[in-house]
């Protein structure tokens, strides 16, 4: 029987070298890969590019490993809550490319699907398009884009079982699940980590096939990154 388990976060990322490309899952704080974040910073790898939707806020997320300065470049689509990121953004210290959201989304969906480019309306006519192609189609302009890849991708998922089935609960259904078809090796870490045949096959989002390592995580602290409450 297929057995796609390790023992923890430390040993999932053991192989992740300098000078990788990452995908990490999550949209803000919700949904990243609370636990393989922190085992990266452990591990202390550096020179790293990371796409990902956000850049964390400064002392979570990726932007612990902002602060050990281990991230070369980042492609996102949203930083504003990240005082470290713009520091060194605007030093010049962090190499930076901004995507449109949905552009991002579907660059990292191609890289899974294996199209290496596409277009698209967004950017066009901005410093979006700065150096891409553009081409008519029914009269109106659009944008080549390609693919996205990554050495690894690094998703987190409500429930696993270790054949290395998914499913992933409310909004962490987000970039985690194209994430996971993108990566060459692509570690999940789970709340809840199950025997094959106890998920339902028509509720999982990502089949196992796409997962290489899977590992149940602990201590999720799901942070909010501006909590807003009615008085």
Not at 14 to 33: E, K, T, W
């Amino acid at each position: 029987m297929i057995n796609k388990v390790v023992n923890n976060a430390e040993e999932a990322v053991a192989d992740i070298s300098d000078d990788s490309v990452l995908m990490l899952g999550g949209f803000g704080l919700c949904g990243i890969p609370e636990n393989a974040i922190a085992a990266l910073v452990k591990k202390g790898v550096k020179g790293l590019t990371c796409i990902s939707n956000n850049a964390g806020v400064d002392d979570f997320g990726i932007g612990l490993m902002l602060q050990t300065r281990q991230v070369k470049k980042m492609i996102s689509s949203y930083v504003g809550e990240n005082a470290e990121f713009e520091r060194q953004l605007m030093s010049g210290e962090l190499e930076v490319d901004l995507i449109p959201q949905g552009t991002l989304a579907e660059r990292i969906r191609a890289g899974g699907a294996g199209i290496p480019a596409f277009f698209t309306p967004a950017g066009v006519g901005t410093e979006v398009a700065e150096g891409k192609e553009t081409r008519e189609f029914h009269g109106k302009q659009y944008l080549m884009e390609e693919w996205l890849v990554a050495d690894f991708s690094i998703v987190k998922a409500w429930k696993g079982d270790t054949a290395g089935n998914l499913i992933f609960k409310g909004t962490a259904r987000n970039f985690n699940p194209m994430m996971a078809t993108a990566g060459k090796i692509t570690i999940a870490e789970v709340e809840e980590l199950v025997p094959v045949g106890e998920l339902d096959p028509n509720h999982i989002h990502t089949s196992g096939i796409f997962v290489q390592r899977i590992f149940q995580g602990v201590g999720y602290e799901k942070r909010i990154e501006q909590l807003t409450t009615t008085p």
